[in-house]
């Protein structure tokens, strides 16, 4: 029996997390709007973005929309194709979810913490 529990552990620990459920849209759009993320995706690196409640995003040097879609929030870049992604929150933390897979991680900051 305890080496199930040790088992279970070193998963949990290995993993970062227990599984966390998929936010719903209000949780998500309750979470972003108004606020700046600032984390790390897998494919691109480093990111900050501030997400207005009009449905802006605002970067260093660029711009483009965003909007919540069911239960999974929706990006617009100029000249990109619009992509959705699911989110898991915990707390001020933030896991965006592609394809079943964790593609970033990022810290909810309040307002336009980077005066984009």
Known sequence: MR???LLAFAFVMATGSAALAAATGNQIRSAISDSTVQGNMDASGPYAEYYAPDGTIKGKDY???WSVEGDAMCFAYEGT???CWNVELNGDQVRWIKN???QG???ILRG???GF
């Open 100 to 102: 079943g897979a964790s």
């Open 63 to 65: 711009s483009g929309q």
């Open 81 to 83: 194709p619009k992509t």
């Open 105 to 107: 991680t990022g810290t």
């Open 112 to 114: 336009n913490a980077n």
């Open 3 to 5: 080496s199930k529990f």
